[in-house]
């Protein structure tokens, strides 16, 4: 056999989706040798060409794809919606109208003696706060001092007792002939604190703020004004120890037991009654005793 060429031929031959490549001797005008197919990646679908036959199968047989799922893999759950939050209702505030009228729970007591107002309204004073104690037992602690005044002209005092350290007068006596007169703020102040009432206080000169903000916050007051808030005229005379004294032939004393923006609610031992007075009135005639209280 005469070998015609005796160099390698190599053909690439191309069909979709596979390249073949054959190698061989070209012997009398035939080409021997083998036949090789690579299937080109990703082409599942390509039929392999079996080797030294030279021809593909007739049908090659396609592995189904499984539809049954992996048993490894977790299942995808199904995104759970978020909760709707019900809505928070809204709350209107409430307005509270602010107080304007205060009262204490004092008792009404009627005075015992003609001319102890000072000592009822004391009385009233102290049973506010749980003390109980007769008008007698507590002017018997005020040391009455029983001399007669010195009168003057028209109808005056000159002299006479000291009403901040003793009762002046005769407790039973009469205020305009006079025979008897009163006492003033150190002497219920004292008592009023030697009895439980520590944090009492008291003076001249007291502004009447001072005396609605006691009101308002539950203190009772007593003050020194005229009897019936009558204004008879102010006089002043020289107590026995050289003190000048401030006086009204209508000397009086009552408790004050509430407060309102225009009044104030007022004990009075006189009658034994509690009734309602403007503040201007209660101003006025306070003022004509500079203003004297006792804060329980």
Request: glycine share 8%.
């Amino acid at each position: 056999m005469t070998e015609l060429n005796s160099t390698r031929k190599r053909s690439i031959l191309k069909r979709p989706g596979r390249i073949a490549v054959a190698t061989g001797l070209v012997v009398g005008g035939f080409l021997a040798g083998s036949w090789f197919a690579y299937a080109l990646p990703n082409q599942p679908s390509a039929r392999p060409v079996l080797a030294g036959t030279g021809a593909a199968p007739s049908a090659v047989s396609t592995p189904a794809t499984s539809t049954t799922p992996d048993p490894t893999l977790a299942p995808t759950l199904a995104p759970t919606a978020a909760p709707t939050l019900a809505p928070t209702p809204s709350i209107a505030p409430t307005f509270v109208q602010p107080q304007t009228v205060f009262t204490i729970a004092v008792p009404v007591i009627k005075q015992t003696m003609v001319l102890d107002c000072e000592t009822a309204a004391l009385q009233m004073g102290l049973a506010t706060y749980g003390y109980t104690y007769s008008q007698a037992t507590l002017f018997a602690r005020e040391s009455p001092d029983l001399r007669a005044p010195v009168m003057g002209p028209n109808h005056t005092v000159v002299r006479w007792g000291d009403p901040y350290t003793n009762f002046v007068g005769n407790v039973n006596g009469s205020d305009w002939t006079p025979t008897g007169y009163g006492v003033y703020y150190p002497v219920i102040l004292k008592m009023a604190r030697d009895i439980g009432l520590t944090n009492a206080y008291g003076g001249e000169g007291l502004a009447s703020t001072t005396v609605y903000r006691a009101l308002a916050t539950g203190h009772a007051v007593q003050i020194w004004i005229e009897t019936n808030w009558t204004r008879p005229g102010i006089g002043t005379w020289t107590a026995w120890d050289g003190r000048t004294v401030r006086y009204s032939y209508a000397e009086h004393s009552v408790t004050l037991s509430g407060v309102s923006p225009t009044q104030v609610r007022v004990n009075d031992p006189l009658h034994g009654t509690q009734y309602w007075i403007n503040k201007a009135t209660f101003e006025s005639s306070w003022a004509d005793f500079n203003n004297m209280a006792v804060v329980f």
